[in-house]
Nanobody, 114 residues
């Protein structure tokens, strides 16, 4: 089982990034997918989640209106489009799969700084 995040990096405030998480080794379409983040010295928090068929999403208040989560079950991939980024969005971002098991990726660093 693998969840591999990509797309992180350094971006200026107000900029955008698109994270991807490619899954393998399990039946992707059977799993609810989520994005979490963890900033230094803070607890991991859930940023967004999406249902198995992609029909519904849920977002943390801190990112509503700025982040959009989507999934492509044919590609076993989820995405997180992040717009209007703020310095407080700086964190390691993780994707997670929840179903019969819970799986985590290794994380990708997002740094928002001028």
């Amino acid at each position: 089982v693998q969840l591999v995040e990509s797309g992180g990096g350094l971006v200026q405030p107000g900029g955008s990034l698109r994270l991807s998480c490619a899954a393998s080794g399990f039946t992707f379409s059977n799993y609810v997918m989520s994005w979490y983040r963890q900033a230094p010295g803070k607890e991991r928090e859930r940023v967004a989640a999406i249902t198995r068929d992609g029909g519904m999403t849920n977002y943390a208040d801190s990112v509503k209106g700025r982040f959009t989560m989507s999934r492509d079950n044919a590609k076993s991939t989820v995405y997180l489009q992040m717009n209007s980024l703020k310095p407080e969005d700086t964190a390691v971002y993780y994707c997670s799969a929840r179903g019969q098991q819970i799986y985590w990726g290794q994380g990708t660093q997002v740094t928002v700084s001028a």
